[in-house]
Nanobody, 125 residues
């Protein structure tokens, strides 16, 4: 089993930056891909970014490409999401997730096995 704990959310003005962290414990070596998703009130959970744990290959949603950066620190079993040039439409609860199976469904939240509790990000205009 793997436990994921997010931190780093908060309130920021439009144009500002935040860095989210996701610490994995338990059996993190079973994870192949780590992803970040977000969910705004009344909306579906949507893919934000993903990274393969060993190779470090990254994937991004078009809406965040060029503004957000996903990275990982293997020695700390931690994944980060650096968010720059934040917009009010980025407001959501952000979740990190872990996926055991190596496949191409990294954008589909139903293919992830482990989830954190979520952290609120609010961007004011």
């Amino acid at each position: 089993q793997v436990q994921l704990v997010e931190s780093g959310g908060g309130l920021v003005q439009a144009g500002g930056s935040l860095r989210l962290s996701c610490a994995a414990s338990g059996r993190p070596f079973t994870i192949y891909t780590m992803g970040w998703f977000r969910q705004a009130p009344g909306k579906e959970r949507e893919f934000v970014a993903a990274i393969t744990w060993t190779g470090g290959t990254t994937f991004y949603a078009d809406s965040v490409k060029g503004r957000f950066t996903i990275s990982r620190e293997i020695t700390k079993n931690t994944v980060y999401l650096e968010m720059n040039s934040l917009k009010p439409e980025d407001t959501a609860v952000y979740y990190c997730a872990g996926k055991r199976i190596r496949d191409l469904y990294y954008r589909d939240h139903s293919h992830y096995d482990y989830w954190g509790q979520g952290t609120q990000v609010t961007v004011s205009s």
